[in-house]
């Protein structure tokens, strides 16, 4: 399953490692791939086993000190 999500805050190579530790710590994240748009609105989107529920992910994204964009 596929899940695309949008983050902000990220500038680097930094953030996007920073994103994926958190997000491929969660249970069933098979892959995480992010599009970095450096000061804007990047795309994350995230491969699983499974659904995610919302709340992990935006714990995750939280975590990683971004934010995800409703």
């Given at each position: ?10 500038t ?23 599009d ?7 795309t ?27």
């Amino acid at each position: 399953m596929n899940t695309t999500i949008k983050v902000d805050g990220m500038t680097c190579g930094h953030c996007v490692h920073a994103v994926t530790t958190e997000l491929t710590a969660l249970p069933s994240v098979t892959d995480v791939v992010v599009d970095l748009h450096a000061g804007a609105t990047s795309t994350v989107t995230i491969t699983s086993d499974a659904p995610l529920a919302d709340d992990d992910v935006r714990a995750a994204i939280d975590e990683a000190g971004y934010v995800v964009v409703a």
